[in-house]
């Protein structure tokens, strides 16, 4: 089993930027690609941004050029970098990875972002 554990959500005006973290504990040995995707009220949940065991990376098209995502296989943590934030990214943001087929989720952090 793998757990995921988010920190570093919170409130931010408009322009402001967060540091989101994930950090996997538990049985890390053949994750491969971990993420960071997004809810918000009343939508479907969607992917932000994923990075594989290499360092390759994909953002949806909206984040690009504002968010930047990150891993460090040493302590197998995953970081999104959010910049230039605006109220549209408001959502919990999950951190997400695989294992040999099999999908592990955190909590869920809050992001809001309001003046």
């Known amino acids: 089993q793998v757990q995921l554990v988010e920190s570093g959500g919170g409130l931010m005006q408009p322009g402001g930027s967060l540091r989101l973290s994930c950090a996997a504990s538990?049985?890390?040995?053949?994750?491969?690609?971990m993420g960071w995707y997004r809810q918000a009220p009343g939508k479907q949940r969607e992917l932000v941004a994923s990075?594989?065991?290499?360092?390759?990376?994909t953002y949806m098209d909206s984040v690009k050029g504002r968010f930047t995502i990150s891993r460090d296989n040493a302590k197998n943590t995953v970081y999104l970098q959010t910049d230039s934030l605006k109220p549209e990214d408001t959502a919990v943001y999950y951190c997400n990875a695989e294992r040999f087929s099999r999908t592990y989720w955190g909590q869920g952090t809050q992001v809001t972002v309001s003046s």
């Open positions: 990075i594989n065991f290499s360092g390759i990376t």
């Open positions: 538990g049985i890390v040995f053949g994750i491969t690609v």
